[in-house]
DNA sequence: CATTTTTATATCGCGCACAATTAAATCGTA
DNA sequence: TACGATTTAATTGTGCGCGATATAAAAATG
């Protein structure tokens, strides 16, 4: 009696694992039209969102090590979008600051989640009622892994 | 009258990002158990279900390109869970056979969706009504991108 | 005040993920 | 048969993403 072999369309964290990289595929132009990756694009959404974070200020909010944003940051100061600064008071910590490109690059990015609506053919409420039930799914998923 | 800006918790593509990352860290125990990462268990379930499947068939059902897949099923045939074989026929096509040993891991590999029913707290009919929903997102998304 | 522990970021190694390119085999059509 | 177009997989280069570890500063401890 040992329970039937889930296939590929039955498992929950594969329409997930897709849908994630469908996105990638239908940002792409868009974000390239920015210089962004899309790693890069929610780090800005985070720092547009409040200015001035430490690294792991912004790990918190995105769920990522340092290990995966201290090259990101670099990339993204690289590009000249963000300053990297040891916090004087603390020099343990670095502050990451958006520079005045940085900042204007806040009006261009609309045309990120614009696109999502031309092309899904979901409404808003569609689209915001789904956004609550994947985020109730990560919660109770990372519940356990705490 | 521009849009105001969006937060983070206002994407979706980012809840799906995140719920992703949160699967990943869920199975790691799990997928460790049985030497296998997230991807190269993705493609073990796409073999179990049709065996004797060429490089860009897995690709199909899984959306990743052969420049993913080559080395992922290298790792595979490394860990002799798999052959890769010309077809003699056609010497284009690489096809993937599943070993004695790659077959019987199917028996321990229904621990990766349990541990979901266990950890989410969320019931069978509701882990599969969001799955439908979230493949329905990918199809509108990967539809625009065709 | 010296030592230990904790905290914050950085580094390294491995495995994806994809775009662009290459190379080889096959097919279509003259 | 010839030969350009197509198909199939592999290769290369860039950028995540994380675990393990390192480094340095700050805080706690005795």
Redesign the interface.
Known sequence: M??P???????????????????N???KPVLDDLGLT?PQY?TM??L??EDGQRVSSIGE???LESSTLTPLLKRLEAAGLVTRERDRADERQVLIRLTDTGRAL??R??AV?AC?L?????SIAE??A??R???A??R??????A
């Open positions: 040992t329970p072999p889930l296939k590929l369309d039955d498992h929950l964290c594969f329409s997930i694992y897709a849908a994630a990289h469908a996105f595929r239908l940002y899309y929610l959404v985070a547009w969102q909010k995105l769920y806040q009006d990015a609309g989640p999502v031309n092309t899904s053919g979901m689209l915001q789904l956004n039930e994947v985020q799914l990560r109770a998923l990372d519940r356990s892994a």
